[in-house]
């Protein structure tokens, strides 16, 4: 099995772990944090679409934002149908997700023994796309998730992922205190809010602008990961 790992930012993989770990076949491609079209797109288009058995065809060590570039240049490349392994170097709320483990060397040895599976993927209204976990902070407005009406008014803290329970998409979680117990968590295809300014941050990462309103969808396609089954 020959295929890629994409050491993301200051991620070091070392070919002898990647022995240990059944990956003695694949490349060690060093790319910047967050990589972009000119950093993975050629590496990308070398990589073959998911055939049967077990196994990552590209595999991505760093943060779920790196994780997240690399969905994203597969979603513009139309190339979902590659498999992808992960290996958080950081703590990945995608990890916890799925059940990823968080060692170098057991996160490498999953993604050269198990099956890739469909998982939704989210994507918002400016082009990117969310593996892990989406927050608004400190919100004022309202909100939709499908045709239902989830906020009128004010949350300390609005949390969006990827839906772990096979449901439409996305699973959202409304804080609406600080400090208070009362939260509400609610399903669907898609989260829409039109509020005061607030700062978006994404797998980890705050946007550099703030928006008066945001969407998250699920995608058509999902991202196929190799994960526990």
Do not use: N
């Not at 703590?91 to 968080?102: D, E, K, N, Q």
């Not at 004022?140 to 803290?157: E, F, K, N, Q, S």
């Not at 117990?181 to 978006?200: H, K, L, M, S, W």
């Amino acid at each position: 099995m020959g295929g890629i790992v994409l050491a993301c930012g200051t991620s070091i993989i070392s070919p002898a772990v990647l022995a240990r770990a059944g990956l003695e076949q694949h490349r060690i491609v060093p790319v910047p944090a967050r990589p972009g079209k000119s950093d993975v797109d050629a590496e990308l288009a070398k990589a073959a679409d998911r055939s049967d058995g077990p196994g990552a065809d590209v595999v991505v060590a760093g943060t779920d934002a790196d994780l997240a570039a690399v969905a994203l240049r597969l979603l513009r490349r139309d190339r979902l149908g590659v498999s992808v392994g992960y290996v958080p170097t950081a703590r990945s709320a995608c990890a916890a997700l799925w059940g990823l483990p968080t060692d170098t060397e057991r996160a490498l040895r999953l993604a050269a023994t198990e099956q890739p599976h469909g998982v939704p993927l989210i994507r918002d209204d400016v082009g990117g796309v969310l593996v892990g976990v989406g927050t608004l902070r400190r919100v004022d407005g309202i909100a939709y998730c499908d045709d239902d009406m989830v906020l009128r008014g004010t949350a300390h803290r609005i949390d969006v992922s990827p839906d772990t329970a096979g449901g439409p998409g996305l699973t959202v979680t409304l804080r609406y205190r600080r400090f208070g117990r009362q939260r509400r968590t609610v399903r669907g295809r898609a989260f829409a809010i039109g509020c005061e300014p607030t700062t978006p941050v994404l797998d980890g990462v705050a946007r550099e602008r703030t928006t008066e309103r945001w969407t998250w969808y699920r995608h058509t396609e999902d991202l196929l990961l190799v994960r526990p089954g």
